[in-house]
């Protein structure tokens, strides 16, 4: 079984400063990563996602994520917050399937992101 | 192109009461799935449909059923409505059946169970 830890329910930051959420995983099998976010009354929208290959993802709106087997962790980073990333960022694992595996995204709590002026 | 779209966008309905959702995939889309994400919680899988077929099927009880038509469009149903079931039920869909292929969401349906 797989699962996701965001270590702080609640970060806030200036505008310009740097962001680090931080996501922890448990995995039996090398796993699939994701960062979403999501604006208030909306949906989920994917940042970025490791799944094979370079362990350092670039993602939209200047987001990254460094995946670190040793660490199982996949932090997210942005060098410089804009008012606009205020949001609630999630962090998913899943499992890589074989043939005929379902596709299933396991979720941690969420980190509320706010940017102050 | 039109994005993934969900309806009702909200709901009120009464303990012990049956509600359907309904999901629109992207066009192209054969994976369609749904989440259950309570206020305050990250989304909590429920289903998987690929190609009319269930794939997947969280720890819910037997009173959440889905299904997903010829043209991959999905409905969920849950039956005996508790209040815990208030929640933002989301709809995902992706062109494939794996996780390395991208999930996209729609708006949800926020059901409020009173």
């Known amino acids: 079984a797989q699962s996701v830890t965001q270590l702080g329910s609640h970060v806030s930051v200036s505008e310009g400063a740097l962001v680090l959420l931080r996501c922890n995983y448990s995995?039996?099998?090398?796993?699939?990563l994701f960062w979403y976010v999501q604006y208030p009354n909306q949906g989920l929208q994917l940042l970025l996602k490791?799944?094979?290959?370079?362990?350092l993802v670039k993602g939209i709106n200047g987001f990254e994520a460094e995946f670190k087997k040793s660490e199982t962790s996949f932090h997210l980073t942005k060098p410089s917050a804009h008012m606009s990333d205020a949001a609630e960022y999630f962090c998913?694992?899943?499992?890589?399937?074989?043939?005929?595996?379902?596709?299933?995204?396991?979720f941690g709590k969420g980190t509320l992101l706010t940017v102050n002026p | 192109d039109a994005g993934v779209t969900q309806s009702p966008t909200h709901l009120i309905k009464t303990r012990g009461q049956q509600v359907t959702l309904r999901c629109s995939p992207i066009s192209g889309h054969k994976s369609v799935s749904w989440y259950q994400q309570v206020l305050g919680q990250g989304p909590q899988f429920i289903f998987q449909y690929y190609e009319k077929e269930e794939r997947g099927r969280g720890n819910f009880p037997d009173r959440f059923s889905a299904r997903q038509f010829p043209n991959y469009s999905s409905e969920l149903n849950v039956n005996a409505l508790l209040l815990g079931d208030s929640a933002l039920y989301l709809c995902?869909?992706?062109?494939?059946?794996?996780?390395?292929?991208?999930?996209?969401f729609g708006q949800g349906t926020r059901l409020t169970v009173v």
């Open positions: 998913a694992v899943s499992l890589i399937g074989g043939v005929g595996s379902n596709y299933k995204l396991t």
């Open positions: 490791y799944t094979t290959g370079a362990t």
């Open positions: 995995s039996s099998v090398p796993p699939y």
């Open positions: 995902a869909s992706s062109f494939g059946d794996r996780t390395n292929t991208e999930a996209f």
